[in-house]
């Protein structure tokens, strides 16, 4: 009779370990979701901004207009690793850092509005 007993006691205790060894893996699954769904609404597409970025600065040269992030919109007529010169209007030339430059001011504005204007 005692042996019996002890046999459905183990047999309740190993199902409880592997119960608990269950719940804990589901414990961790809502975490790992959250984690996935960040990395595809926010951490990915921020990284691809980011290289885009980064490339549009690599490639600036001489004679591109482009806008700075504080709205001014200018001419290249100097470039070193960190600062460009920018012309605003005729004879009228300033410095701005080169991490500040927003784009390429022939994406910011449609030429054909601009010829409506």
């Not at 047999?11 to 269950?22: I, R, V, W």
């Not at 300033?94 to 991490?99: D, E, N």
């Not at 430059?101 to 504005?109: E, H, P, Q």
């Amino acid at each position: 009779m005692f042996n019996l007993l002890y046999v459905f006691i183990g047999q309740a205790q190993a199902q409880e370990a592997a119960a608990g060894q269950q719940s804990v893996l589901m414990s961790f699954l809502p975490f790992v979701l959250i984690f996935v769904i960040f990395y595809f609404l926010m951490i990915r597409p921020q990284k691809k901004r980011l290289e885009e970025e980064q490339a549009m600065m690599n490639a600036l040269s001489k004679g591109d207009e482009v806008y700075t992030k504080s709205g001014i919109l200018g001419k290249i007529v100097g470039l070193t690793d960190k600062v460009i010169t920018l012309e605003v209007s005729d004879g009228v030339k300033f410095k701005v850092l080169r991490s500040q430059v927003g784009g390429l001011a022939d994406k910011l504005f449609d030429k054909s509005n601009e010829s409506k204007a």
